[in-house]
């Protein structure tokens, strides 16, 4: 069933952000997905959301969000680039839901725009990594043959890593006992899938630049921070595992207690 | 009138090829199959340039249908590994191309009537078959021993 025409495309994107308190439906959001890897290019894919009217209504517009993330993770690179050069209108979906909201959607609704923009930024400053942040190889040689360059790199994932932590414990802190938190929880699916692509990455070049690099000394502001957010991603699994709807569609990722030892060798290193 | 009636004859007004008929009943919503033997009928398909695109002009149709048919999704992700392993190498080409077609089925969801979620058998499916593609050793090595186990 794949999309004809850029009005079908329209239609997925209002199905997927309909005004019912419930997760984005799979069906639409991947329909887009399949769309932008059918036609290899993202910018349709904007065009037509700036066509949808969702600024009335602050389910929709958190719907959208969430929509949108799946779409630059799973989607065809270019959707990265020229979801870039549409900064400005994500950030005015910032700005619609007035305070609070009348269903407490207003701050997250702010901050997971705050959050896809960074994620849009980090992916202008490096071009090299792909939605998920899926471990490329070649992305970690280029960054420890330049270590300036990757201590850069590193440091800018930790930031991201962050603004994840961040607007997981928000959502969290918004989510109530009842059947219509389907949607804020939603949320969290691309955000585990991101955080722990982020974890790899962090953890597989951290690893490397150990290795090239002679001075630990220097590379010890990163391991603290790595350390730390190795906690502090573990609790946010744990809470997620502890939510049904998010353990059957995805599967969490464990993280041992301890933090791994940045030293060991890729290869004898426990796997992840 | 029983569901296999009107398969033929919408196989018929639809102008499928005989290939793309074999296709269409190895992955239709009865409850049981593919069984092996139509998978290999199949497969063997794909070894002529023209049938290959046939075949694979309807799994993607069958990928791609709507969540009321599951039973063709995880049907096709059954047939479609099958292939992978088991057809010409155009098939492995293909599927790597097309990687995100299964990669989006990672997700797929369908509550039924009777409020059970039946996705997951595709989630499962479509998570395997994805690191299978993304395992270039592993692929060469499944289809080697597929190559032996059908005696070639």
């Not at chain 1, 952000?17 to 910018?43: L, Q």
């Not at chain 1, 997250?108 to 705050?114: K, L």
């Not at chain 2, 497969?43 to 695109?53: A, N």
């Not at chain 2, 090595?141 to 032996?148: G, V």
Request: proline share 4%; net charge neutral.
């Amino acid at each position: 069933m794949s999309l004809k025409s850029e009005t079908d495309l329209q239609v997925a994107i209002r199905k997927a952000c309909s005004n019912d308190e419930t997760a984005p439906k799979r069906k639409h959001v991947r329909s887009c997905i399949v769309y932008t890897w059918d036609y290899k290019t993202g910018a349709p894919f904007w065009k037509s959301f700036k066509l949808i009217p969702i600024q009335n209504n602050e389910i929709k517009v958190f719907k959208a969000l969430i929509t949108m993330h799946k779409v630059l993770q799973e989607g065809h690179p270019s959707v990265i680039s020229s979801g870039y050069r549409n900064r400005d209108w994500i950030e005015s979906l910032g700005r619609v839901t007035p305070g609070e909201g009348f269903k407490n959607y207003g701050r997250i609704t702010n901050e997971y725009v705050g959050y896809i923009l960074r994620k849009l930024n980090f992916h202008y400053r490096h071009p090299g990594f792909n939605g998920t942040f899926e471990y490329e190889e070649y992305v970690s040689l280029r960054v420890v043959s330049d270590p300036n360059e990757g201590y850069n790199a590193i440091l800018d994932l930790l930031s991201l890593q962050d603004y994840i932590d961040d607007l997981q414990r928000l959502i969290f802190a918004s989510v109530g006992e009842s059947r219509s938190s389907e949607c804020k929880v939603s949320a969290l699916v691309p955000l585990i899938a991101e955080s722990y692509g982020i974890y790899k990455f962090i953890l597989s070049m951290l690893r490397a630049m150990h290795h090239s690099s002679d001075s630990e000394e220097l590379l010890e502001p990163l391991r603290e921070r790595f350390v730390s957010q190795h906690a502090r991603l573990y609790d946010f699994y744990a809470d997620c595992s502890s939510i049904r709807y998010l353990n059957s569609l995805v599967t969490i990722p464990k993280l041992p207690f301890d933090p791994p030892d940045l030293l060991a060798d890729d290869a004898d290193a426990p796997p992840l | 009138m029983s569901k296999a009636f009107v398969r033929s004859i919408k196989n018929v007004t639809n102008g499928y090829s005989s290939v793309q008929v074999l296709v269409r009943n190895a992955t239709s919503n009865e409850p049981s199959g593919p069984s092996v033997s139509e998978m290999a009928e199949v497969s063997s398909h794909t070894f002529d340039q023209g049938e290959f695109l046939e075949v694979m002009d309807m799994v993607d149709k069958r990928l791609n249908d709507k969540g009321k048919n599951w039973r063709h999704v995880a049907k096709a992700l059954t047939l479609f590994e099958y292939l992978v392993l088991n057809g010409s190498d155009r098939c492995v080409h293909w599927a790597k191309h097309n990687l995100y077609i299964v990669k989006t089925l990672r997700e797929f969801t369908f509550i039924d009537d009777h409020d059970k979620d039946q996705g997951a058998l595709i989630r499962v499916k479509a998570k395997e078959l994805t690191s299978l593609l993304l395992n270039d050793e592993r692929l060469m090595e499944e289809r080697r021993l597929a190559k032996e186990r059908n005696g070639h």
